[in-house]
């Protein structure tokens, strides 16, 4: 056997004794309590490293590596998406690091940075640009999920599986299963809001979803949410981004809030 066919051979059988990225991703996965969507977005950005390397030996794993899995992603998703994917990875290589498994963090040799996802500036928001984000909006539900989100800080996903058990009418809060602490979360309600939200309860059909007609349009440019805030000037704004604001503006949100009583 040559020199070269040697050190092949060799390579191989080093190859063969190091833990592959999907025997680690499965330990990784099975040592973590997570909630689904958090145990999805790890299980998906290490799907895709798995397929990109081949299932490659993890401390194979090289910068490099790195650099074709977000030049990969960027060609199928936003830069958003990819900075998530990344973040999971790195929670993931810097375990391997704390098990013995790795020696150093591959993402810390990669060339390519994700500026615009990482440096992204909020838009300028004014009492008056969320008075025109709700006059732009036809439906009431939309507009009540909007002024939840800005008050209470929910996230869309979860308004919009909002049923009637979620409502807890004795002390005038939302209550939600902690996935990770495996509690109740309980998040109080503006009395003007929770009026609103309590007439659309229906005990006949506790499960059913309370709001109508918020769930995300399937074609972006379509959906309600986006188009409002385009319409205001308010292009890029978040639907959580209003509770940061919201925060700091308490007297503007009690005047948004009377208004949308009075509508």
């Known amino acids: 056997?040559?020199?070269?066919?040697?050190?092949?051979?060799?390579?191989?059988?080093?190859?063969?004794?190091?833990?592959?990225?999907?025997?680690?991703?499965?330990?990784?996965?099975?040592?973590?309590?997570?909630?689904?969507?958090?145990?999805?977005?790890?299980?998906?950005?290490?799907g895709w490293l798995k397929k990109l390397t081949n299932d490659a030996p993890l401390p194979r794993i090289s910068g490099r590596d790195i650099d074709r899995f977000i030049q990969q992603r960027l060609a199928h998703s936003s830069?958003?998406?990819?900075?998530?994917?990344?973040r999971s990875l790195n929670v993931f290589f810097r375990w391997a690091i704390a098990t013995e498994r790795l020696q150093t963090n591959p993402l810390e040799k990669s060339a390519s940075r994700l500026q615009a996802a990482t440096d992204r500036s909020l838009p300028d928001i004014t009492e008056e640009k969320v008075n025109n984000i709700l006059k732009r909006i036809s439906s009431p539900d939309q507009v009540l999920s909007v002024c939840l989100g800005m008050t209470t800080g929910l996230s869309r996903k979860q308004i919009t599986e909002l049923t009637t058990i979620n409502v807890d009418l004795n002390k005038r809060s939302l209550r939600f299963l902690h996935r990770k602490q495996h509690c109740d979360n309980c998040i109080p309600v503006h009395d003007l809001l929770f009026s609103l939200l309590a007439k659309r309860l229906n005990p006949t059909r506790p499960h059913a979803r309370i709001l109508k007609g918020i769930e995300r349009h399937r074609i972006k440019e379509r959906d309600w949410w986006r188009v409002a805030t385009i319409e205001a000037d308010l292009e890029g704004l978040r639907f959580r981004d209003l509770y940061s604001w919201a925060n700091l503006n308490r007297q503007s949100i009690n005047r948004i809030l009377k208004k949308q009583a009075k509508c």
């Open 1 to 46: 056997m040559s020199r070269f066919n040697l050190h092949l051979h060799q390579k191989r059988i080093d190859d063969e004794k190091q833990p592959r990225i999907s025997e680690c991703a499965a330990t990784f996965l099975e040592s973590k309590i997570l909630a689904t969507d958090t145990h999805r977005s790890y299980r998906t950005a290490l």
């Open 79 to 86: 830069e958003t998406t990819v900075a998530k994917h990344l």
